[in-house]
């Protein structure tokens, strides 16, 4: 489903998570580009975002942006 959206949007990037954590400082996301997805371990939420940054990021090095 993610990466039918991510595709149909034309979308470089989507964050997957799950709701078994909700309300947590915690959660398990996967990021999914259009060259795969990278299942991320269970971290903290302030880690999770600082590795969605790296990836956007190189995307946009990845563009020479």
Do not use: C, F
């Not at 149909?8 to 997805?37: C, F």
């Not at 991320?40 to 942006?65: F, H, N, S, T």
């Amino acid at each position: 489903a993610a990466r039918k959206k991510l595709l149909g949007k034309k979308l470089d990037l989507i964050v997957v998570n799950t709701t078994e954590h909700m309300g947590s400082d915690k959660n398990q996301v996967t990021l999914v580009k259009r060259e795969g997805a990278e299942e991320l371990p269970l971290m903290y939420k302030e880690e999770i975002a600082k590795v969605i940054i790296d990836r956007v990021i190189e995307l946009l090095g990845a563009q020479g942006i």
